[in-house]
């Protein structure tokens, strides 16, 4: 089992940059895959980005490729989203979440959340 926190979310300028941090427990963090997503007032939760346990695998939403990147540091035990050139559009809580499928059809473990406000 893992727990997840999500942090980094805050309130950006149209055009700059936020770094959203994913903390998991668990020892088996790095067997898992990591996605993120997010989910803006009145609107269904969208995918944004998965990453594979060992970090070699990535796969982007359209609507971000470009402009987020993912990573992960297994011996710390956090993933990372670089959101960089960032639209009103972008704004939406953010969540990470946990899976061990290698391509997930669905994730067990979800955080809190974390809101990312993008002001024009």
């Known amino acids: 089992q893992v727990q997840l926190v999500e942090s980094g979310g805050g309130l950006v300028q149209a055009g700059g940059s936020l770094r959203l941090s994913c903390a998991a427990s668990?020892?088996?963090?790095?067997?898992?895959?990591i996605g993120w997503f997010r989910q803006a007032p009145g609107k269904d939760r969208d995918f944004v980005v998965r990453?594979?346990?060992?970090?070699?695998?990535?796969y982007y939403a359209d609507s971000v490729k470009g402009r987020f990147t993912i990573s992960r540091d297994n011996a710390k035990n956090t993933v990372y989203l670089q959101m960089n050139s960032l639209k009103p559009e972008d704004m939406a809580v953010y969540y990470c979440?946990?899976?061990?499928?290698?391509?997930?059809?669905?994730?067990?473990?979800w955080g809190q959340g974390t809101q990312v406000t993008v002001s024009s």
């Open positions: 990453i594979s346990w060992r970090g070699g695998r990535t």
């Open positions: 979440a946990a899976d061990t499928q290698v391509v997930p059809r669905s994730y067990n473990y």
């Open positions: 668990g020892r088996t963090f790095s067997r898992y895959t």
